[in-house]
C-alpha cells in the first residue's frame, strides 16, 4: 500500500490506516503486505480495525510490514506485523502509459446496459460503462479504457471475459469457456472529457474475468502481461482531493485473479463478496494500490501465485 501518511490531510485520508479492517472480515494472505503508510500507533496507525473482530493471518514465511505503527483494537493479527520498515517503491511505476491512438472507440458516449445482454470488444468506451439490472456483458480478450465515468456493475448485473469466439456463458460454464491465456482482459480506468469515475461491482454482481494474457489478442502487450484493473495514477491525491474508488463487493459470484494497480486508489472488497453470512472466498489477486480496506463480515483467502501476478518494472534490494 503505497499511501505515505500525510498528517495534515483530512480525516479518514492521512493514511491512519492505510490498511483497514472494517467490521469482522477473516483476511488470508500466502505473500507478505508491505504498508509504507508512516502514521503512528497514538495518530490511528497504518493498520488498524474499526470493527469488534476481525482477523489477519499470513502463511508460512509471509509477513506484514508497516512503515509506521498498528492499532490493532479487536483485529488479531498472526503473526504479529514488522514496523519500522522502509517504505517501498512502487514496483509498476515505469510501466509505458496505454496509448489510445489507434485503438477503436467501441462507444463515444456513457454505454448503458439495461436488462441488456452484449458481446462487448476492446477499445476505447467514453464516458465508462455501466451495467442495470439484469444486464450481461461478454468480454472478448483486450484492452478497455474507461475513459471517464468508469465502469459501475449494478447488484444483478453479470460480467463475463469469454475467448474470442464464445458467445455465452454462465457462473457454472465460464471457467471451461474461459481457459488460462484465451480470454484475458484488462479494464483501464482513466479520465477523458468527463473526470474519472470509480470502478463499483455492487453487492448480488458477478463478475467472472482473467487478468490480460498479450498471447491472446493480435498486437498484445506483453509489458501488461497479469495486470486485471489498471487505475491511472494521474490525478494524484491531495489534501483537498481523492481519486474515485475501487469498490468490488460481488455477492452473486466473484471470479477474478491478476494484479489490481490502482497506485493513487482506495480499494474497498466487502459486501457480500465474500459472503456475508461467512462464506469464504479464494482469489489469487495482488493489491498495488493507495490504501485498503476489507469490510463486512467476509471471509478471503488470498492466494500467492508469481505467474499469475504482474511483473515489477522497477527493481532493487528485496528482503
Known amino acids: 500500500e503505497l499511501d505515505p501518511y500525510n498528517a495534515s490531510w483530512p480525516n479518514g485520508r492521512r493514511g491512519c490506516p492505510s490498511v483497514l479492517l472494517s467490521g469482522g472480515p477473516t ?56 514496523t519500522g520498515v522502509l517504505p517501498v517503491k512502487d514496483p509498476m511505476a515505469g510501466l509505458t502509459p496505454i496509448s489510445t491512438t489507434g485503438m477503436p472507440v467501441r462507444s463515444p458516449a456513457r454505454l448503458v446496459l439495461s436488462n441488456t445482454t452484449l458481446t462487448l470488444q476492446p477499445g476505447v468506451y467514453v464516458g465508462g460503462i455501466q451495467l442495470r439490472n439484469s444486464s450481461v456483458a461478454y468480454l472478448r480478450p483486450g484492452i ?72 491472446a489478442q493480435a498486437g498484445g502487450v506483453s509489458e501488461y502481461e497479469n495486470l486485471l484493473i489498471w487505475q491511472d495514477a494521474a490525478p494524484v491525491p491531495t489534501s483537498g482531493y481523492a481519486q474515485p474508488e475501487i469498490a468490488l463487493n460481488g455477492g452473486g459470484a466473484i471470479n477474478i485473479s491478476g494484479t489490481l494497480y490502482a497506485p493513487s486508489a482506495k480499494v474497498t472488497m466487502g459486501g457480500n463478496s465474500g459472503g456475508s453470512g461467512g462464506i469464504s472466498l479464494s482469489l489469487t489477486l495482488q493489491f498495488i494500490t493507495w490504501d485498503l480496506e476489507f469490510r463486512g463480515n467476509a471471509n478471503f483467502y488470498f492466494y500467492f501465485r508469481d505467474d499469475e501476478f504482474a511483473r515489477p518494472t522497477n527493481y532493487g534490494l528485496v528482503e
Open 27 to 82: 483476511v488470508t494472505f500466502e505473500g507478505s503486505v508491505q504498508v509504507n503508510s508512516a502514521c503512528p500507533a497514538a495518530n490511528g496507525g497504518a493498520l488498524a480495525t474499526n470493527g469488534n473482530a476481525a482477523n489477519l493471518t499470513l502463511i508460512g514465511s509471509a509477513r506484514l510490514r508497516t512503515v509506521g505503527g498498528y492499532s490493532p483494537s479487536a483485529l488479531t493479527i498472526n503473526p504479529a506485523p514488522v
Open 144 to 215: 478497455y479504457v474507461m475513459q471517464g465515468g468508469g465502469l459501475d456493475v449494478g447488484s444483478q448485473a453479470k460480467v463475463f471475459s469469454v475467448g474470442p469466439s464464445t458467445v455465452s456463458t454462465s457462473t457454472a460454464t465460464w471457467a471451461s469457456d474461459c481457459a488460462a491465456g484465451s480470454c484475458g482482459v484488462l479494464i483501464y480506468n482513466t479520465t477523458g472529457s468527463t473526470a474519472m469515475g470509480p470502478v463499483t461491482v455492487a453487492a448480488g454482481a458477478t463478475l467472472m474475468v482473467r487478468a490480460y494474457d498479450p498471447a
